[in-house]
């Protein structure tokens, strides 16, 4: 079946800008996990929603950082006022519920100029 | 907090054996994870362990010590294309939520 899918596969903003990027995670998977890999560094937890519950915000950033999950299944990641250290690539994974294998998607990468 | 250690780089030989250590220090333990990372690809589930012992899968096998907070990944007949970066994850004790990683052992398989 489909896996994890994220768009846009790349994004290149200005400076200041706000960035939206999303994920569809893997059909009737409850659980959805946002993480930022920068160059050099692991994956960092940024946000997790399990159904309807409300989500884990304590690895997003700062508040220009937030995070939907409409319907319990597409996520969008929004970054308001881009910096330059918000480069990065945004990986999105999705399990079948919070204690199990997560399912990663492609990931986006962000350049912020 | 949580702390997780593996080293940066590490080079083979095709066909041959090769360990990746990572070492972690957390208030709690709720389970071991390896991811394998190509470049510019998804991180794709490797092994998993919560028990102590050796879990075994093919060419890879992944170890586990709670005692020592202690876990390596077993990777033998190396292949080309097992040239990726490794990924040692442990799961936050507190709510089975999210996965704390380190940073990678990146491993370059040579002719």
């Known amino acids: 079946g489909a896996g994890v899918s994220q768009s846009p596969s790349n994004k290149v903003t200005e400076k200041g800008k706000d960035v939206e990027l999303r994920c569809d995670p893997i059909?009737?998977?409850?659980?959805l996990y946002w993480y930022r890999q920068s160059l050099g560094q692991g994956l960092e937890f940024l946000i997790y929603?399990?159904?309807?519950?409300?989500?884990?915000k304590s690895g997003l950033p700062s508040d220009r950082f937030s995070a939907e999950r409409t319907g319990g299944s597409v996520s969008t990641l929004t970054i308001q006022r881009t910096q330059q250290e918000d480069s990065a690539v945004y990986l999105c994974a999705s399990s079948p519920d919070n204690n199990n294998e997560q399912f990663f998607g492609p990931g986006t990468r962000l350049t912020v100029l | 907090g949580q702390n997780i250690d593996q080293p940066t780089e590490m080079t083979a030989t095709e066909g041959a054996i090769v360990q990746i250590n990572c070492t972690y220090q957390t208030s709690g333990f709720n389970g071991l994870f390896w991811y394998q990372q190509h470049a510019g690809e998804a991180p794709t589930f490797l092994s998993y362990n919560v028990l102590d012992g050796l879990e075994e899968k093919g060419r890879f096998s992944s170890f586990l010590s709670r005692s020592k907070g202690y876990s390596y990944l077993l990777l033998k007949e190396l292949q080309m294309k097992d040239s990726a970066s490794y990924l040692c994850?442990?799961?936050?004790?507190?709510?089975?939520?999210?996965?704390?990683f380190g940073t990678g052992t990146r491993l370059l398989v040579s002719p």
């Open positions: 059909s009737g998977h409850t659980a």
């Open positions: 929603f399990q159904g309807n519950s409300a989500p884990d």
């Open positions: 994850a442990v799961r936050d004790p507190t709510g089975f939520q999210k996965l704390v």
